[in-house]
């Protein structure tokens, strides 16, 4: 991300190599630089977000959900809620789309080093949290285990359903996820993404837990693993509000005293338990 | 299954840890192993509602059936869960269908026989209420949570 470090308020542009199809409302973009610049080999956190320039639209982020070993691209996954998504996941392959960043800081996968990863996530949270599990489980040894708990509003809104089932073939790694409604036909579990941590053992002394997902999912999640023992500083979470320059500078996404672009999105629940218990904020 | 299992079964179990061994003694009485082949219904709605379930294996799914729509799954109970309430409560019959998702062990305690003995030994019926009134409040929070539709909007 070379030109990014140069100028971060200049879009490179960059175009769709790849599209497909999570949910109805869901897509998955694989984009590469088409300017012959560097294509951000290891060149992001998991965590951090890009802006995407959608021409004609506007501006947005999207975290990067892709891995961060893989070359030449970089990966999204984006449901359409408003005008700047819904022309990002009608893209085809070979259309333009400009590109910051990447921004933001990361999870904390070094510190995770050594310890249990407990993943939670809630719709297309999982998005920016997957950079995390193809991280861990492409350094293995360097974790304990690795648990992923996933909650959905359905079936039919479940992103990566593939995946999940192969993560969980993975050695010391244990996938839970659960739907709010399921039809007589789904197999799987019914309930809040809550209920699952009855069915774990968690170590809370070597555990760190990262949490993306509707603001509301995460603190409840949060307030339960803080019962179950885990310390605030263990806990991370992305807050994903909206902003605009990505780079601290413009006051759109200020919370508290913090800008979410550059000193998030990804936060300790530690510094920000207070505010995040604060409904309006 | 001997009875020195599922007395070990039942003892351990976070619900029913604390109990005095001579009530436990009395639910192991009261207990057998069933199972159920996925597909199986363990009750239907308006069902006279006689015994509860601990799981031990597979997973229930509760279902309701809303009036002009397909039946939902409002929620699946699991290893380790205690399925079923009514058999405690007037008009002891069940509220909505209990289905098995896949094959299910379980055990299933007699709540007809256990209502007699709780009323006549009111400490043994004020233990038992102590903890399913436990397990209601959880599924009421869950509930409530589902009402708050966590992954509507971003
Ligand atoms: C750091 C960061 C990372 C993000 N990563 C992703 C991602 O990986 N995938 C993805 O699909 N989206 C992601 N988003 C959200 C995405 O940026 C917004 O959905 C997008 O900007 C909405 O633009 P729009 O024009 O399509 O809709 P708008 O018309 O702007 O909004 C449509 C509706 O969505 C709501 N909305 C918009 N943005 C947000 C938000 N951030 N949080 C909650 N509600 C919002 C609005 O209030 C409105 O109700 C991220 C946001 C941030 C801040």
């Known amino acids: ?281 | 299954m001997e009875t020195q299992t599922l007395e070990k079964i039942i003892a351990e179990h976070p619900y029913f840890a604390g109990l005095e061994p001579e009530y436990t003694s009395l639910l192991v009485g009261c207990a057998s192993n069933v199972r159920f082949d996925a597909g199986r219904y363990l009750w239907r709605e308006g069902e006279e509602a006689n015994q509860f379930y601990l799981i031990r294996e597979g997973r229930v799914a509760i279902e309701m059936m809303p009036p002009h729509r397909k039946a939902i799954v409002v929620e699946t109970v699991g290893e380790g869960e205690i399925l079923g309430w009514s058999w405690l409560l007037p008009p002891y019959t069940w509220r909505f269908h209990a289905r098995a998702v896949e094959m299910t062990r379980a055990l299933a305690l007699d709540g007809k026989c256990l209502r007699n003995k709780c009323e006549q030994n009111h400490d043994l019926g004020y233990e038992l209420l102590k903890r399913f009134a436990q397990i209601i409040n959880h599924r009421l929070d869950a509930t409530r949570m589902q009402l708050l539709d966590l992954y509507g909007k971003r």
Not at chain 1, 106 to 130: C, M, N, S, T
């Open chain 1, 1 to 281: 991300m070379a030109n990014a470090e140069i100028d971060p308020m200049m879009p490179r542009p960059w175009v769709v190599r790849r599209i497909s199809k999570e949910t109805p409302d869901t897509f998955t973009l694989a984009l590469e630089p088409s300017d012959g610049g560097p294509s951000g080999r290891g060149g992001f956190q998991p965590g951090q977000f890009s802006m995407l320039w959608v021409f004609g639209v506007g501006e947005l982020p999207i975290s990067i959900s892709g891995d961060p070993a893989e070359e030449g691209s970089l990966t999204y996954t984006v449901r359409s809620v408003g005008p700047a998504t819904q022309a990002l996941v009608s893209h085809g392959a070979g259309q333009s789309v400009g590109v910051r960043g990447p921004f933001g800081t990361g999870w904390p996968v070094a510190g995770a080093e050594g310890k249990d990863v407990v993943v939670v996530a809630g719709g297309i949270g999982l998005a920016p949290l997957r950079p995390v599990i193809y991280h861990v489980l492409r350094h293995r040894d360097r974790f304990g285990r690795l648990v992923i708990l996933y909650g959905a509003r359905s079936p039919r809104d479940m992103i990566y359903r593939k995946e999940l089932a192969a993560w969980a073939r993975h050695k010391d790694t244990q996938v839970l996820s659960t739907v709010d409604y399921g039809g007589v036909a789904w197999r799987g579990r019914v309930g809040v993404v809550t209920s699952l941590f009855k069915y774990l053992r968690l170590q809370p002394a070597r555990t760190t837990a990262m949490l993306c997902g509707p603001e509301i999912m995460m603190r409840l999640v949060a307030r339960e693993l803080a019962a179950r023992g885990l310390a605030a500083g263990d806990v991370y979470l992305s807050m994903e509000r909206n902003m605009k320059c990505a780079v601290g500078s413009c006051g759109h996404c200020q919370w508290g005293p913090h800008f979410i672009c550059k000193d998030g999105p990804v936060f300790s629940y530690a510094h920000i338990a207070a505010m995040l218990d604060r409904y309006e904020l």
